[in-house]
C-alpha cells in the first residue's frame, strides 16, 4: 500500500534561514505528489505538485520541492523562511488510479525571530 | 478560486446524538473527500464520493455515513455521536488526480 513518511515532527529554524522539510513515500509508479500547509485553525492550502517532467517544481510563498526516483523522496525548501511561514505542512500521495490522497502526519515548523 | 464551505466552525454536540456536517463546493467537482485530523495522525479519510449519490469508504469509516443528493454539496453524518469522535473534520473536493484537492476551513467537533 502507498505510504508517506515526514520523519520531523517539529522543526525550529531562525527567520532568514533556509529550510528543508523531508517526505518519502512508498508507491511503485510514478507517483502523483503534493505539499499543503495549514496555518492553526484553518484548512489546508495546496503548496506545489508533481506529477511528471520537471523533477524540481516551484510552488506558492517561494516553496519549491524536488521529486528524486532513486531516493523516494519529494522534500520541501525555501531559501528564506520568513515568520509568517510557522505553520504544519503535510505531504501527501494520490493512491492506485483513483483521487484519493494519502498523507503523512505533518511536520509542525516554528520560526524564531 | 474554488471554494469548500463549512457550515460550521465550531460545535458541540452531547453523546448520542445525531450530528451532521455540511460541505459545499462551488466549482463542479466531481470528487468530495471527508477527513478527520487529529494530532500525531495527520488526515485520515472517512468517506469520499466520485458522483452524485456514489461513495465509497476510506480507512476509517466506522461510526460515519455520508450523503450526496447534489454534486455540490456532500455531508458527513455521525449516527450516535461518542467522544471519540471529537476532532476536527476537514471537507475538500477536487476535478481529479493531478489537480490537488481543496480544503475547507474545518469543523471543530466536541462531543460531550
Known amino acids: 500500500a502507498q505510504s508517506v513518511t515526514q520523519p520531523d515532527i517539529h522543526i525550529t529554524v531562525s527567520e532568514g534561514a533556509s529550510l528543508e522539510l523531508r517526505c518519502n513515500y512508498s508507491?511503485?509508479?510514478?507517483?502523483?505528489l503534493f505539499w499543503y500547509v495549514q496555518s492553526p485553525g484553518q484548512g489546508l492550502q495546496l503548496l506545489l505538485k508533481?506529477?511528471?517532467?520537471?523533477?524540481l517544481v516551484q510552488g506558492i510563498k517561494g516553496f519549491e520541492a524536488e521529486f528524486k526516483r532513486s531516493q523516494s523522496s519529494f522534500n520541501l525548501r525555501k531559501p528564506s523562511v520568513h515568520w509568517s511561514d510557522a505553520a504544519e505542512y503535510f505531504c501527501?500521495?494520490?493512491?492506485?488510479?483513483?483521487?484519493?490522497?494519502?498523507f503523512g502526519t505533518g511536520t509542525q515548523l516554528k520560526v524564531e525571530l | 478560486d474554488v471554494k469548500v464551505t463549512q457550515s460550521s466552525r465550531y460545535l458541540v454536540k452531547r453523546t448520542g446524538e445525531k450530528v451532521f456536517l455540511e460541505c459545499v463546493q462551488d466549482?463542479?467537482?466531481?470528487?468530495m473527500f471527508w477527513y478527520r485530523q487529529d494530532p500525531g495522525l495527520g488526515l485520515r479519510l472517512i468517506y469520499f464520493?466520485?458522483?452524485?449519490?456514489?461513495?465509497e469508504k476510506g480507512d476509517i469509516p466506522e461510526g460515519y455515513s455520508v450523503s450526496r443528493e447534489k454534486k455540490e454539496r456532500f455531508s458527513l453524518i455521525l449516527e450516535s455521536a461518542s467522544t471519540n469522535q471529537t476532532s476536527m473534520y476537514l471537507c475538500?473536493?477536487?476535478?481529479?488526480?493531478?489537480?490537488?484537492?481543496?480544503f475547507g476551513s474545518g469543523t471543530r467537533l466536541t462531543v460531550v
Open positions: 466549482m463542479d467537482h466531481e470528487n
Open positions: 501527501a500521495v494520490v493512491r492506485g488510479g483513483g483521487n484519493k490522497l494519502t
Open positions: 508533481y506529477f511528471s517532467g520537471d523533477t
Open positions: 508507491y511503485g509508479a510514478t507517483p502523483y
Open positions: 475538500a473536493s477536487s476535478l481529479d488526480r493531478r489537480t490537488g484537492s481543496t
Open positions: 464520493s466520485y458522483d452524485v449519490k456514489m461513495k
